[in-house]
């Protein structure tokens, strides 16, 4: 093991360390990072460090040598590399750009869209095979959230329903004594 000194900070990354080593709503990842270089700062050793808080000796040096190095950015998480995704971001694109258009305009014979209709139409007529789950997923990391079918609260989601339901007819008679 060999000894690591944290170097002396500034006077911008003293506030920001002791903010995050203090937050209750940051990341606990950065509030754990900040809380080793503001222990570190205040004369403790890494293994007086690891053993607080529950870590091994060598992740706190690494953290210390890290933040000796990239200052207060060293406190955020790097870029990962993970699986690439399944799907190339033109395919994601149509996806949302199929999604948020109205099926009328596309010569559809329907108002709005449903999973399975869209997992239809994307497979038959764009030629993008993917299952409704995977659909749902990226609509909802875009923000986009499947409304409810309105009823007798709301719109109707057939726009044509009054023209198609026809006049309408008196369910029951009037009666006599009822002021018109």
């Avoid at 503001?38 to 060598?58: N, Q």
């Avoid at 750009?97 to 109205?102: M, P, R």
């Avoid at 139409?121 to 409704?132: D, F, N, P, S, W």
Wanted: proline share 6%; glycine share 6%.
């Amino acid at each position: 093991m060999t000894p690591i000194c944290l170097r002396d900070l500034t006077v911008e990354e003293r506030a920001r360390v002791q903010t995050l080593a203090h937050a209750r709503t940051a990341p606990a990842q950065m509030v754990q990072r900040a809380q080793i270089i503001w222990r570190a700062r205040h004369g403790e050793s890494a293994s007086a460090i690891a053993a607080r808080l529950g870590l091994d000796g060598e992740t706190v040096r690494r953290r210390i040598h890290r933040f000796n190095a990239e200052g207060v950015e060293a406190l955020k998480d790097r870029h990962r590399s993970g699986r690439p995704p399944t799907y190339p971001p033109e395919q994601t694109a149509t996806v949302i750009g199929t999604a948020l258009t109205k099926p009328l305009t596309l010569g559809l014979p329907f108002a709005a869209w449903t999973l399975d209709r869209l997992a239809a139409y994307l497979h038959e007529v764009k030629g993008i095979a993917m299952q409704r789950s995977r659909i749902d997923e990226i609509l909802l990391h875009e923000g986009l959230r499947w409304r409810k079918h309105e009823t007798w609260f709301g719109e109707r989601v057939d726009p044509a329903f009054a023209e198609k339901r026809g006049r309408l007819k008196r369910s029951t008679l009037r009666h006599p004594w009822a002021v018109a």
